[in-house]
């Protein structure tokens, strides 16, 4: 049985810096692509960074350069640092596992199987 458990979530200023942790129990994410999604109120879930199983990573346009995907493939931990908030990243954020062995690892919501429950952040001053 895969789970994905998010924390890490918060609310914090504009400007500020969050850690977004996500433990994988039920299998070994260092052979898959991993990513992060989040949902804004009223809004589709969209892609913010995926990290493939050699260490190549993807942003969306609206995180490059504040946002950093990794992962610690000994503790099976998937991590997203958020540095420089701003409100527009208010959302649920949500790790989730594309278990395709040849995934593009791309920051489509449709090729990702399994999904965590999500951790909110909130931007705001």
């Known amino acids: 049985q895969v789970q994905l458990v998010e924390s890490g979530g918060g609310s914090v200023q504009p400007g500020g810096s969050l850690r977004l942790s996500c433990a994988a129990f039920?299998?070994?994410?260092?052979?898959?692509?991993m990513g992060w999604f989040r949902q804004a109120l009223g809004k589709e879930r969209e892609g913010v960074a995926t990290?493939?199983?050699?260490?190549?990573?993807r942003y969306a346009d609206s995180v490059k350069g504040r946002f950093t995907i990794s992962q610690d493939n000994a503790k099976n931990i998937l991590y997203l640092q958020m540095n420089g908030l701003k409100p527009e990243d208010t959302a649920m954020y949500y790790c989730?596992?594309?278990?395709?062995?040849?995934?593009?690892?791309?920051?489509?919501?449709?090729?990702?199987?399994?999904w965590g429950r999500g951790t909110q952040v909130t931007v705001s001053s």
């Open positions: 990290i493939n199983i050699v260490g190549d990573t």
């Open positions: 989730a596992a594309d278990v395709r062995s040849l995934s593009p690892c791309l920051l489509q919501r449709t090729d990702f199987h399994y």
């Open positions: 039920g299998y070994s994410f260092s052979n898959y692509c």
